[in-house]
């Protein structure tokens, strides 16, 4: 069986070095530095919608950054849109705001919270998505980072999540 070229690609590039050239393309396209990541809660299963990335390691709440002339809500739109095919159909709720010293010395994020939202058609797949999906809050997948851990117990208030944490 052959090896297509993005599995090569993958194969053969450091994830560490991917992640850098990624940061570093996104930090040189945007003056600011300035993301949004949005916690989409399934209340009727009690889950959470987390995606991985296919240039870092680790599963995360979907989100990036927000574009020159564009708003923040327009931002999480959109992202949402491109890495889960997640329409927002309510007003989504900001809960906090962080600095991310790691990625830059100007680097924030917002994170809200998304209640009120309806599956869109899907189309091809992001191809810096890894997967995506709902887990339940009890039972986030093995290799959830630890900041977001955090994020989802400072939003719910420190709700009960996967007990190895």
Request: aromatic letters at 10%.
């Amino acid at each position: 069986m052959r090896q297509s070229d993005d599995d090569r690609f993958r194969q053969t590039n450091w994830p560490g070095l991917r992640a850098r050239l990624f940061h570093l393309y996104f930090r040189l396209k945007r003056p600011m530095t300035f993301g949004v990541r949005g916690l989409v809660h399934d209340a009727d299963q009690n889950s959470v919608f987390l995606i991985r990335h296919t240039y870092v390691p680790g599963w995360q709440l979907p989100g990036g950054g927000v574009e020159v002339g564009e708003t923040a809500i327009e931002a999480l739109e959109r992202e949402l849109l491109e890495e889960g095919c997640i329409e927002i159909s309510g007003s989504p709720v900001l809960k906090s705001i962080h600095f991310n010293r790691l990625a830059s010395r100007r680097d924030h994020v917002a994170f809200y919270l998304i209640q009120s939202y309806r599956q869109a058609a899907p189309k091809l797949p992001d191809r810096e998505i890894a997967a995506a999906g709902f887990f339940p809050l009890d039972r986030l997948p093995e290799g959830t980072t630890p900041a977001t851990h955090r994020r989802i117990a400072e939003i719910f208030g420190n709700a009960p999540v996967s007990p190895d944490w």
